[in-house]
């Protein structure tokens, strides 16, 4: 992997038990804005997605990234310090199939709420024909 450009950091947190208090460090010191927080299926595999939370602070950029498992993976939701967290956890949850404790909405935020469970179309095995007919009520 190649070295990331001056103005961005990096963060591999080893495990989800640290992430919280990270972020929480990261509010204390105003270490930036929450831009924004995505995952990226590293695929059957790796049995992994990867779910990365930007932080703005200014030009430079912080990434924190975590890893989780593709099945049964849960995340404490940020929600209680950055209520703006929301809308992204539930993204993850609906579009990747991570369970975020602590949400206060856990209605569909894109999906139809006929959309079959157990199906996430960000993951990267994600079949199409497994959702014939879902949203077609209107």
């Not at 495990?15 to 208090?21: A, D, F, G, V």
């Not at 990226?40 to 924190?64: K, M």
């Not at 703006?84 to 206060?104: D, K, P, Q, Y």
Request: one cysteine or more; a negative charge.
């Amino acid at each position: 992997m190649s070295r990331p450009r001056p103005e961005r950091l990096d963060v591999k947190v080893k495990e989800i038990k640290q992430l919280l208090p990270i972020i929480v460090g990261l509010r204390v010191k105003r270490l930036g804005y929450l831009s924004a927080i995505v995952g990226v299926d590293l695929g059957v595999e790796a049995n992994e997605i990867e779910v990365i939370y930007y932080f703005c602070p200014e030009s430079a950029v912080i990434a924190l990234r975590v890893r989780v498992p593709r099945q049964g993976a849960t995340l404490a939701s940020l929600s209680d310090v950055i209520p703006s967290a929301e809308v992204f956890e539930r993204e993850l949850r609906e579009m990747f199939g991570i369970e975020i404790t602590g949400l206060h909405t856990t209605d569909h935020l894109y999906l139809p709420d006929d959309w079959p469970d157990g199906v996430y179309p960000l993951r990267r095995d994600f079949d199409s024909a497994a959702i014939a007919g879902a949203g077609e009520k209107v």
